[in-house]
């Protein structure tokens, strides 16, 4: 039985990670920039989760620009 994972599965897991992780901060940016305009979260908070979804969607970044260059490294074989 082959005991090495599939490089192309890996691949496909870590751009469906970076991708529910991007729907999931987005999704939760709004539901607080709204809470935030009711008045129902402090700019404290909002200020907060702000820097969170940025470093979110850099990682997402990375990941995404690591799994285009492993793919097209692949690709060029």
């Known amino acids: 039985m082959n005991d090495r994972p599939d490089p192309e599965l890996s691949l496909a897991r870590q751009q469906r990670a970076a991708g529910f992780a991007i729907a999931g901060a987005v999704v939760i940016w709004m539901i607080l920039q709204f809470a935030g ?6 700019t404290r908070v909002l200020f907060l989760f702000d820097f ?4 979110v969607m850099v ?17 060029t074989r």
């Open 37 to 42: 305009s009711q008045g129902l979260v402090t």
């Open 52 to 55: 969170a979804a940025l470093a």
């Open 59 to 75: 990682w997402a970044l990375v990941v995404t620009y690591r799994v285009w260059r492993k793919r097209r490294a692949d690709r």
